[in-house]
């Protein structure tokens, strides 16, 4: 039976700024990733998100970002290597300490938005986050963009990794992302990303936005919990494929449940 992982972006209201509805999500999902505070998320909603994917049996993820509130980590950064290695220590470990509590663990890495995007190519970067998942957890798994060189990189360096599709974006012939800057980039219908994702689980090939076939092969799909209408467009994908036989599963297991 074909099997695939559905994750999606959680944890990232901030105050009084609500983003996503994160209860629904998380019954539709199988792993979720979290934000550690750099590009959204504060402590109590961050700790709220971890008890409910306890609570649901999702497995967690560290969101890690640029430290970039205001742009939402969407922002490109150039940031010294000491910098960075920290700063995803730093962000992986709060995150750890907060799982702890919630009565579960961390058991991957997901970069963020201009972060994962600049990883996938940027060999120094990549590395640099590479380089703090080894010193903080070498047993996390790393989660990257399917066929991007981040991937062999860090498959080298001794880490294990998930190559990942996203349900609700737009590709390039290439197989990159569109940018979001440009018009078409996310997509919103319901079925029609149901059925393109579908297609890329038994056949390995999504659409492209110039209407061509590019090959993607991933172990997970990410439906991205801060666009409109989130959860419907989740539960319609898991639904379509679900019906199609194939089983939802996250590729890191979820941390057996403990008293909080």
Known sequence: ?????????????????????DEAMLAVVSSANVACG???????????????????????GAHVS?????????????VASADLVAD?????????????????????????GALYNTIAHDARQGNDVITAILEIDPSLVLVGL?????????????????????ADRAYTPQGALVSRREKGAVLHDPKAVAQRMLR????????????????VQADSIC???????????????RTQLEQAGV?????????????A
């Open 1 to 21: 039976m074909a099997e695939i992982d559905l994750n999606s972006d959680l944890g990232e209201s901030l105050g009084a700024w609500r983003m996503g509805d």
């Open 38 to 60: 750099f590009h959204a998320g504060d402590p109590a909603g961050i700790l709220s998100t971890l008890k409910a994917a306890r609570a649901n049996g999702v497995t967690v």
């Open 66 to 78: 640029y430290p970039d509130l205001t742009g939402f980590g969407r922002r490109n950064m150039d």
């Open 88 to 112: 995803i220590i730093y962000q992986i470990g709060a995150l750890k300490g907060l799982a702890a509590a919630a009565g579960t663990e961390v058991r991957y890495v997901k970069p963020h």
């Open 146 to 166: 399917a066929g991007a060189p981040l991937l062999t990189l860090a498959q080298e360096r001794g880490l294990r990794v998930v190559a990942e599709a996203f």
């Open 200 to 215: 890329l689980v038994q056949e390995g090939v999504v659409e492209a936005i110039d209407g061509s076939l590019t090959r």
């Open 223 to 237: 439906v991205h919990g801060d666009s409109p209408g989130a959860v419907d467009m989740a539960r319609a994908l």
């Open 247 to 259: 089983s939802i599963r996250p590729f890191a297991a979820a941390a057996p449940l403990q008293s």
